[in-house]
Every structure is written in structure tokens, then in C-alpha cells.
């Protein structure tokens, strides 16, 4: 997979263990649901810096 944005980056999660949580969940709900079990979810957020 290759994903390219200037607008969003990498969402820092470590000292954020219920969204962890809730982002490890939502993979078990989703790899049942297509019975994938390698499904990742991966939690960008909005970028402040100016890309031009």
C-alpha cells in the first residue's frame, strides 16, 4: 500500500490507550465481519504544517 498526503499524518496514539483500544476492536469487529483476519486500521489526523 502507498498513501500520499500533504493534509493529513500518522495520528500519535501511544499515550492514548482507549483510542487504541477502540482502534483494536473495531479491527476484530472488522476482520470477523470479512473474515480477513489482517484487517488494520490506521488513525491519520489533520496536518499543520503548510505544504505547498
Do not use: C, F, Q
Not at 501511544?14 to 473495531?26: F, G, L, P, T, Y
Not at 479491527?27 to 499543520?48: D, R
Amino acid at each position: 500500500m502507498d498513501i500520499h498526503t500533504n493534509n493529513y499524518k500518522i495520528a500519535a496514539l501511544s499515550e492514548r490507550d482507549e483510542a487504541i483500544a477502540i482502534i483494536r476492536d473495531a479491527e476484530a469487529a472488522l476482520a470477523e465481519l470479512t473474515g480477513n483476519p489482517t484487517v488494520t486500521l490506521i488513525a491519520y489526523e489533520k496536518s499543520t504544517e503548510v505544504h505547498t
